[in-house]
């Protein structure tokens, strides 16, 4: 990215890494963040990124002058975050941001849930995305230049989305709304912004998921926002450019809910 035009989005020499970039919504973040400029680690889960993350990384070195690079962490497993993160930022004597996106989903009726079931949802979600922040920020504070923090919540943490039967979803991402706020709070002095995106409906694996099992909310779901639509991945690319960059540097503590609309009515 230029730093002549609103250079206060440029990302250039900052180091940041993205969780649940194996794929989908963290993927596209995670590309945006390289064309304005950052180095990127991809933290997922999966033994191997999707078919789409090489192109990208390719695209990082060439167009870019920037590097992608993938790490095989499961969120729960703490000391492993925090050695992965700690060599992270030990390599590049700085760490700048994170964006919080690796998240599971179970669509099971409240009177059926199981605990177990609850516990693995909570633990990814809530306890995962707080691990995370917690390992990010230790570094942060460690090499001294502050960051920014970007937790993805959902727009299902502040409503209950009509016909989509997912209690602790849902409950799990009103958690990571207020941890934004206690997160900011407890961080501020030390020049770290936390935020959360609140995405409505995306279309992405988890998404499609849902679909294989009931159709026809291809068609009943992109009625209930304002646009009358789904929304795509790259969507939310500006956002994540936005809070992780200085042309967010007054905010935190706050949800950018981006869902067309469909909480507003
Ligand atoms: P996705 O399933 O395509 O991606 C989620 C990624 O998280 C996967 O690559 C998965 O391997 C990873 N992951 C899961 N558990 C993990 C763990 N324990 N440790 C590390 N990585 C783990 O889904 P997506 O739609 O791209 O979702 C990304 C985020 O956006 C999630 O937090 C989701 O809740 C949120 N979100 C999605 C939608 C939507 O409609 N798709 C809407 C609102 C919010």
Not at 80 to 85: A, E, G, I, K, T
Not at 93 to 122: H, K
Not at 136 to 163: D, E, F, P, R, T
Not at 227 to 234: C, E, M, Y
């Amino acid at each position: 990215m230029s730093t002549k035009s609103l250079p206060e989005f440029s990302l250039s020499g900052k180091v940041i890494l993205v969780s649940g970039a194996a794929r989908g919504l963290g993927l596209t973040q995670a590309e945006a963040l390289l064309e304005a400029g950052a180095t990127v680690y991809a933290l997922d889960l999966l033994p191997a990124p999707s078919p789409d993350f090489e192109p990208i990384a390719a695209r990082a070195e060439k167009e870019f002058g920037t590097r992608l690079h993938y790490r095989q962490v499961d969120v729960r497993e703490v000391e492993q975050l925090n050695s992965v993160v700690g060599d992270i930022a030990a390599e590049h004597g700085r760490l700048d941001g994170l964006i919080a996106a690796a998240g599971i989903q179970q669509e099971t009726s409240a009177l059926e849930y199981t605990a177990a079931d609850a516990n693995r949802m909570f633990e990814v979600n809530v306890t995962g995305v707080f691990m995370t922040s917690q390992a990010v920020a230790k570094q942060m504070i460690k090499y001294g230049n502050g960051g920014s923090i970007v937790l993805i919540a959902s727009m299902s943490g502040s409503v209950a989305n009509k016909g989509l039967i997912c209690p602790a979803y849902n409950a799990s991402k009103a958690a990571v709304i207020q941890l934004a706020r206690n997160l900011a709070m407890e961080w501020g002095p030390h020049n770290i912004r936390v935020n959360t995106i609140s995405p409505g409906y995306i279309v992405t694996a988890m998404v499609e998921a849902l679909f294989v099992r009931y159709p026809e909310r291809r068609e009943t779901w992109p009625k209930d926002n304002m646009l009358g639509r789904f929304s795509r991945p790259d969507e939310y690319r500006g956002a994540a450019v936005f809070l992780l960059s200085g042309a967010s540097s007054f905010m935190t503590g706050a949800d950018l809910r981006m869902d067309g609309g469909h909480s507003a009515w």
